[in-house]
C-alpha cells in the first residue's frame, strides 16, 4: 500500500512538473493555458519520437489533433453551411439565412496552422465563421489549401490566391448576393500570412476588377529572413507557439530540407542577396521603443547563399510580405492587424503595421498585452478561453465599422 501510494504521489508530481509552466505576469487563465499547452507539447514530442523513429513525418502526427477537431458541415438557424469547390480548390461556405437587405458583406478567410496544419472544418474556424457570417451578415467562404509537406510554397498562396481571384468575379459576387465593395481577406498565423500575400498581389493584377474593402490580419507571420527579433527571443518558449515550433513550421512551408530547418534554427540561413532588404524588416527601424527592451541590433549572419538557390522562396514577399517596397505597400486596403505580447510573431505584425501606416494606408493595430499565439480560436469548450472571446469580439467590432 506503501509503494503505491508513493508512485502515485510520484505520478501527480511528475505529471504537475510537466503541465506546470512558468506564465508572465499578467497573463489571464494560466491554468487553462497550462493545461493547452501541456496538450500541445505532448503531440510535438509524440511528433519528433515517431519522426526520428522514421514511423511518420512529424507534421503528420501533429496533423492528428487537427483531425480530432473537424466537423461535419452543418447548417443551423442561421447559417447555410455547405462545402464546394472553387477553381479546384475545396471550401466551406457559410451563407446566412436571414432575408437580405441588401447586398451582403463577404470574407474570404484563411486557417492558420504553420501552412502545415488547420482546417476551415475545425471545430474552432467552423464557429468562427459561422459568427461571421450571423452576426456580420456575411457571405464567408473558408479556404482549405494545400498543406506542407507534402505541398511547399508557393502552393498554399496559389491555391488561396486562385480561390479569392475566383470569388471576386463579378458573376460569382452577384450568384452569392455579395456587394463588391464590401469584400476583406482575412486569417490568423500562417492565414495571416496569406491574406496580406493575397491582398498585396492583387493590386498588381489586371485581371481582377473588384478591390479589397479591407483586409484583417490576425498575430501574422510576415518574414522569414529574421528568427531572432526581440519577440522571437523573448516569448522562444512561451505558450502555445515556441521558436522551435515556428522554425519548424517556416522551413516545412519552404522544404523538408533538413539543412534549411537547422540554418533557420541558428538564424544563418540569411542569404547575402537580402542586404538590400533588410532595411524593410530592420526592427529597430519599425518597432516602438517599448518592445524593443534592452535587445541590441546586430547585423544579420549572411551565410545563406546556396539555401537561398534552392529555396527562392526565401526572398519571395508572397511568402514574406514584410519584404514588399513601401511603394507596394501604398495601394492596400485598411487594415486590422492583431498582435500578442506573448508571441514569437508579435514583432511581425508591429512592424508591418508600422509600415502599412508609413505608406499611408489606414491601419488598426490592436496590441494584447496579455495575449498569447492563437488565442482568438479558443471559442468553444473544452478550449475557451474568456481572453479568445474578447479578442474575437474586437476583430469583429472592427469588421462591423469597416466592412
Known sequence: MGSKLLCLCLLAALLGYYIYIPLPEGM?????????????????????????????????????????????????????VTEAEFNSVPVRLFLPRRAPGGLRRAIVYFHGGGWCMGDAGMHSYDHMARRFSNELDAVVVSVNYRLAPPHHFPVQFEDVYSVTKFFLQSKVLSQYGVDP??????????????????????????????????????????????????????????????????????????????????????NTHVPPEASALWPLLNWSLWLPPDMRGAHRPSSPVWGGAELARRHP??????ASPLLASQARLRGLPPAFVLTCEHDVLRDDGVMYAARLRDAGVPVTHHHAKDGFHGAVTFLTWPLELALGHRLFNTCLGWLRDNL
Open 28 to 80: 489571464t487563465e494560466p491554468w487553462p493555458v497550462m493545461l493547452i499547452s501541456a496538450v500541445l507539447r505532448t503531440l510535438a514530442h509524440l511528433s519528433e519520437a515517431a519522426d526520428m523513429l522514421g514511423l511518420m513525418n512529424y507534421m503528420e502526427v501533429m496533423r492528428l489533433f487537427t483531425t480530432v477537431e473537424i466537423v461535419p458541415p452543418t447548417s443551423d438557424e442561421n447559417v447555410t
Open 181 to 266: 465593395a464590401r469584400v476583406c481577406v482575412a486569417g490568423d498565423s500562417a492565414g495571416g500570412n496569406l491574406a496580406a500575400a493575397v491582398a498585396q498581389e492583387l493590386l498588381e493584377d489586371a485581371e481582377v476588377q473588384t478591390k479589397l474593402k479591407a483586409q484583417v490580419l490576425i498575430y501574422p507571420a510576415l518574414q522569414a529572413l529574421d528568427l531572432a527579433l526581440p519577440s522571437y527571443q523573448d516569448n522562444a518558449h512561451k505558450p502555445i507557439l515556441s521558436r522551435s515550433l515556428m522554425v519548424r513550421f517556416w522551413s516545412e512551408y519552404f522544404s523538408s530540407d533538413p539543412a534549411l530547418r537547422e540554418a533557420m534554427a541558428s
Open 313 to 318: 522562396g526565401l526572398l519571395d514577399p508572397r
